[in-house]
């Protein structure tokens, strides 16, 4: 990325984005459809699908189980549609069965997309995307499937065309290893389609149009092309290790992780084992502990960076990310500098617990990163 600034229309054309569109499409696992690229955040994303294929009035179903699944009920209802809530408790997954059923309710076909949360990042829960595409395939249902998938594409196995996703939202700056400031957006030929029929009127972000512009190699927007550019190295550095190295290793490193937890007799948000999240594990604290004093000892006093916890969590849990270019070692660290911070925080558990159950864990698995590989 650190490039001089380029003339961004002479220096944005097929030759840079169309192999950024293959590859983050290879990241998404989506060959049909459309990859969109553009300035701005996941949510910009979320907020363009939804503009693009839903107009004021139309009716979406999503589950509400946590900070960001909450974000798109309320992201939606600004955007004028209605919206059919399924709410559980912070720490489930998606209710795939509770879904089925109003799907199979609405006989009249008003439910226009369904709304999942494939990495929920406040709960450290994984939600079976597949599973909602078979339940729509079964009931023979037309509503869209759309996933925001932010904190878990390039990290935990996303497969947008063999599940049936209609639209898969995504940021830079998570699995995609490049600073945040671009949205991604793939878009599958029924997506696109809607997109034909809505009559809600858009601006800056046009599927048509950019569509229209893409097929000359050029983007509707002024490019921020130190982002491109990181992002090119970014996706080198991901295909070179292998995408399916790279989950690997992300399951490693998040096992490793869950038995340091263990180990301090301590739980973890997620209630089901088979949904917990392979890039972020959130941690309940006993109730005499402040969730928020061991995120401020952690960053204050150790140098280890820890998610507070989100609504209703808030001061009842911390989170530890394991995602990106992590290795072995670094996941050690963070869980040595958490120890110490619970610890001073009034959390009576002993030093080295669950530093030593990771590194049990880690040398029985194997190494989950060797950067000689990817060097």
């Known amino acids: 990325m650190n490039v001089p600034m380029q003339d961004t229309r002479a220096a944005v054309d097929g030759e840079l984005t169309r192999p950024l569109v293959d590859g983050v499409k290879r990241l998404f696992k989506q060959r049909r459809g459309r990859m969109f690229l553009s300035p701005g955040s996941a949510t910009a994303a979320w907020e363009a699908a939804v503009t693009n294929t839903l107009d004021p009035g139309d009716k979406v179903l999503t589950a509400r189980h946590g900070h960001f699944s909450k974000r798109w009920v309320e992201l939606a209802t600004e955007l004028g549609l209605e919206v059919e809530v399924v709410d559980r408790p912070w720490g489930d997954a998606v209710p795939v069965e509770e879904m089925a059923r109003r799907l199979e ?167 089901d084992p088979r949904f917990r999240s392979n890039t972020v594990t959130a941690v309940r604290v006993p109730a005499d502990v402040d969730a928020r004093e061991v995120v401020r000892i952690a960053h204050g006093r150790y140098r280890t960076p820890l998610g507070g916890g989100l609504g209703p969590l808030d001061g009842k849990v911390f989170r530890i990310r394991h995602l990106g270019g992590l290795d072995e070692v670094t996941c050690l660290s963070t869980l040595a500098g958490a120890e110490m911070a619970l610890k001073e925080a009034g959390c009576p558990i002993e030093l080295g617990a669950g530093v030593g159950a990771a590194q049990g864990y880690f040398q029985d698995a194997g190494m989950a990163f060797d950067l000689r590989a990817v060097a």
């Open 105 to 271: 309710a609405d006989r009249d076909g008003r439910i226009k997309a369904v709304f999942v949360t494939h990495n929920e990042t406040a709960t450290g829960v994984t939600s079976p995307v597949a599973a909602m595409r078979e339940v729509l395939d079964e009931l023979d249902h037309s509503a869209l499937l759309f996933a925001d998938a932010a904190s878990s594409i390039g990290a935990i196995d996303f497969r947008m065309d063999a599940w049936g996703v209609d639209v898969a939202v995504c940021g830079s700056r998570n699995g995609a290893l490049t600073p945040a400031g671009l949205a991604m957006l793939g878009v599958s030929d029924q997506a696109m389609a809607a997109t034909e029929r809505a009559r809600r009127r858009r601006a800056h972000f046009d599927f048509a149009e950019t569509a229209r512009l893409d097929d000359h190699g050029y983007v509707p927007y002024t490019a921020p092309t130190p982002l491109l550019e990181g992002l090119r190295a970014s996706l080198d550095a991901l295909f070179a290790e292998g995408l399916e190295q790279v989950f690997a290793r992300h399951r490693r490193l998040a096992e490793g992780v869950r038995r340091g937890v263990r180990a301090w007799g301590l739980d973890t948000v997620a209630r």
